[in-house]
């Protein structure tokens, strides 16, 4: 299995609601990342976890909440969100963290905060 | 503050010839650099990295240059085809943080 698998492929909530986005793999890889990408701009990084410890949260507004629960699994609850926040939320993994092997990227969410 | 820019939004070629998507960067600290390719509702797919020991790195129709002194990389596609279509982004980290910065993206069109 050489893949990163997200879930929901989109999703659309409103400001109350509170969702979560998943992601998965199953490469033995100690790092997984978050990345936020809106419409035409760059990916950003908001999260790194290495070996299911949070390693950098890039300043990212509470209403994200990244969680590792083991070392293939990978959440970013949601809560509060603003219209703003809508975009592809992408999930990434590394053998560990840094650069040297790529990362393999999942599909991402699509939300859109209404 | 863009750290790493990709000046040139698009790119159109003709099938068989040669594809060069360019990209700039600011930071000193930069130490490797990478390049993905992303079809739309996909996330990136690495394509090629280049370590900044190196000046070039080649991986069959994929080579990348890299000009430390300018902080210029470079990603030849040669020949292009049309399955080359894509958006391809340059990206870069420093120190083996794990952290990409990416740039703002290259649109290639390769026409039959």
């Known amino acids: 299995d050489t893949e990163v698998t997200q879930t929901p492929k989109h999703l659309v909530m409103g400001m109350t609601n509170k969702k979560s986005l998943k992601c998965e793999q199953h490469?033995?890889?100690?790092?997984m990342y978050w990345y936020k990408q809106k419409a035409k701009k760059p990916p950003e990084l908001m999260f790194v976890?290495?070996?299911?410890?949070?390693?950098i949260n890039e300043s990212v507004p509470s209403r994200f909440s990244p969680e590792c629960p083991n070392s293939s699994l990978l959440n970013l609850h949601l809560h509060a969100l603003q219209p703003e926040d809508s975009a592809l939320y992408l999930c990434a993994s590394s053998q560990t963290q840094g650069v040297d092997y790529g990362y393999t990227f999942g599909s991402g969410t699509r939300l859109t905060v209404v | 503050d863009q750290q790493v820019k990709q000046n040139s939004p698009s790119l159109s070629v003709q099938e068989g010839r040669i594809s060069i998507l360019n990209c700039d960067y600011t930071n000193s600290m930069f130490d490797y650099f990478l390049w993905y390719k992303k079809y739309p509702a996909e996330g990136p797919t690495f394509l090629i990295s280049i370590s900044s020991i190196k000046d070039k790195n080649e991986d069959g129709r994929f080579t990348v240059f890299l000009n430390k002194s300018a902080k210029h990389l470079s990603l030849h596609i040669v020949p292009s085809q049309p399955g080359d279509s894509a958006v391809y982004f340059c990206a870069a980290s420093g120190s083996n943080t794990g952290k990409l910065i990416f740039g703002q993206g290259t649109t290639l069109q390769v026409k039959p």
């Open positions: 976890y290495s070996y299911e410890k949070l390693s």
């Open positions: 490469m033995g890889h100690r790092a």
